[in-house]
């Protein structure tokens, strides 16, 4: 497994901006597919993005496609989650994920999961 430890997260007025850091450690990162999930109160954890080993390939949910992107450092060995025009609705706890294979279908697919970071978008 990889330890993976998220930054970023805070209190942001909607129509804010955020970027969340993950940091990776124990494994060789440019071999990791790596996503983002959130998990609101009371709701289960969805999908949120995923970027591919070598960044060629990148996935974001309806929910957040054209606020929301994804990217990658293999050499800091760190993925980015740049959030913009937030909306209450994305309010959650915010996890980085890493998988080990070119591109996940299912958040079971993943084996290392961090701690979480909380953004939390007022009205």
């Known amino acids: 497994q990889v330890q993976l430890v998220e930054s970023g997260g805070g209190l942001v007025q909607a129509g804010g901006s955020l970027r969340l850091s993950c940091a990776a450690s124990?494994?060789?990162?440019?071999?990791?597919?790596m996503g983002w999930f959130r998990q609101a109160p009371g709701k289960e954890r969805e999908f949120v993005a995923l970027i591919s080993r070598s960044s060629i390939m990148k996935s974001h949910a309806d929910a957040v496609k054209g606020r929301f992107t994804i990217s990658r450092d293999n050499a800091k060995n760190t993925v980015f989650l740049q959030m913009n025009s937030l909306k209450p609705d994305d309010t959650g706890v915010y996890y980085c994920a890493a998988a080990p294979k070119s591109w996940p279908q299912s958040s079971d697919e993943y084996d290392s999961w961090g701690q979480g970071t909380q953004v939390t978008v007022s009205s």
């Open positions: 124990g494994r060789t990162f440019s071999y990791l597919a």
